[in-house]
């Protein structure tokens, strides 16, 4: 119940292209939806971030789409850049005393120029 | 502002040796965690602090301890290191505070190496 799948577990797309990113849950508690944006050998830093009562959020090329009754959202990267390609993580968090937060495995975009 | 701090970046330890990793933050955040990332795992919680003097357990804790003295900094001991805690480790901060709602600060990491 507290699984965060995410798929695919890697990704390539042309320059300029559209990628995309799934992940679905099960734990309806969830109230917080972040998406980490991690290149190799940082830590993972906070990208966009969506709450259950709303459908989508946007920031500049980033989009979440998030379906409540379906259970599952996803990630929109318009007009993809090299300098997008990093590993992608969304996660689900639970506000129970502290934020605990369960990641999906990652995607691992590389964008080609 | 350097954020989120961790020590060491990199070590590598022989099974049954002990070792602590340190998180110091510098956000004034009330909470902090530590997480380890395997290949295709994703990020697994292992402890959290929710305050000066409180841990509580996450998903995977056994095999560690960690202890909250000052409100800045969260230590992860491992007292008798086995290869299957090679990973990396990250450690992270946040607080319902800030502008960021439940986001989290991470460190950069540290990478453990138990042979």
């Known amino acids: 119940q507290q699984q965060v799948k995410q798929s695919p577990q890697s990704l390539i797309v042309q320059k300029g292209g559209i990628s995309i990113i799934n992940c679905a849950y099960e734990n309806t508690a969830f109230d917080y939806f972040p998406w980490y944006q991690q290149f190799p050998g940082k830590g993972p830093a906070l990208l966009i971030a969506i709450r259950p009562d709303v459908s989508e959020k946007k920031e500049g090329r980033f989009t979440i789409s998030f379906n409540k009754s379906a259970k599952q959202f996803s990630l929109h990267i318009m007009d993809s850049q090299p300098g997008d390609s990093a590993t992608y993580f969304c996660?689900?968090?639970?506000?129970?005393?502290?934020?605990?937060?369960?990641f999906g495995a990652g995607t691992r975009l590389f964008v080609k120029a | 502002n350097a954020g989120v701090t961790q020590t060491p970046k990199f070590r590598v330890l022989k099974t049954g040796q002990s070792m602590t990793l340190l998180c110091a933050q510098d956000m004034n955040h009330e909470y902090m965690y530590w997480y380890r990332q395997d290949p295709g795992m994703g990020l697994r919680l292992i402890h959290y602090s929710v305050g000066e003097g409180t841990t509580a357990k996450g998903e995977v804790p056994d095999g560690y301890n960690v202890s909250r003295l000052k409100k800045q900094n969260f230590l992860l001991g491992l007292e008798s290191a086995a290869p299957s805690q090679t990973s990396v480790y990250f450690c992270?901060?946040?607080?319902?505070?800030?502008?960021?709602?439940?986001?989290?600060?991470f460190g950069s990491g540290t990478r453990l190496t138990v042979v």
């Open positions: 996660a689900a968090t639970l506000n129970t005393g502290g934020f605990k937060t369960i």
């Open positions: 992270a901060s946040s607080s319902p505070r800030t502008g960021h709602g439940y986001g989290y600060t």
